[in-house]
């Protein structure tokens, strides 16, 4: 695990919001954010949120694979790296996942979906972050606002599903979805001031899309990580549940 420490000030994106969030009472923005944690920290868009916080004199965390061992699909690599650390943070992401795994890629019809191509799916983008919140709920305070906001994809929205294909990661991002919406009601009857989302962070530059993103518009992960703290600087606890694209905008399930 890495740390970089250094001296708290105000979150400096919380000035304006152009989305549905609009109008809503920003007590999360206008608390001081003092600690994060960042899993997937060695990701695209994890490491774009950690430095951007680190920019924004946040203490950060983070945590990965490729540095720390964790792997998510293992309970107790979770439990061991979650353990390990000290609460509370006021920010935890969720910045894992992965499009291919094992070399099976996103289907592009039915006859490619495979029953092991499915189980690697869910375990990755769905069980693994639920592994997560499991262990890692015990980081946050119960005395004031924090947020932890799971990275999904807007192609988990069943409701926007307009082309089939990409079967089993779609899949299992409508399950991680379900999952933490399902959490979400449970938090809150202990954390009260905690909020739990879903978040789809665009099309993103990144190693997960360098095969994939050829013929749709990216956006850099810094852009993305500025994008998806301002959308988490404006949460409530009255949104969570929620499952909110990078403008702030709720997707439908
Ligand atoms: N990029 C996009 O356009 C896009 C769009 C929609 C949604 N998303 C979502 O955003 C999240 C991050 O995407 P990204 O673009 O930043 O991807 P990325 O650059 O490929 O990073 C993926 C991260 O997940 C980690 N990871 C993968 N499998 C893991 C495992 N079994 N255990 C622990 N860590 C594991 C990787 O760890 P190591 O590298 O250390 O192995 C890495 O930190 C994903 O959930 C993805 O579904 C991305």
Redesign the pocket.
Known sequence: MWQISVHVRELSHATHWPSAIDGMDHRHTSARMERALI?????????ALAEHLKSDGVTVDGL????DG????DEA?VQSSLGALDGPYDLVV??????V?DGHHPEKSVRHVTAQGLADQF???AM?PMMLLKHGMRLLPKDRPAVFAV?????GSIGDNQLGGWHS?RAA?AALNQLMHGAAIELGRTHKHATLVCL??????????ARY?AHHK?VP?TE?ADNLLRVIGGLTPDKSGGFFDYAGQEIPW
Request: net charge positive; no cysteine.
């Open positions: 899993i997937g920290a060695s990701g695209g868009i994890g490491s990965s694979r490729s540095v964790l792997d998510v699909t690599s969720v910045a894992t996942g992965a499009l795994v375990a990755v983008n693994g990275l999904s994809a807007r192609v990661y991002k789809h962070p665009g099309t993103v530059a990144t190693d997960f899309t993103a990216t992960a993305a």
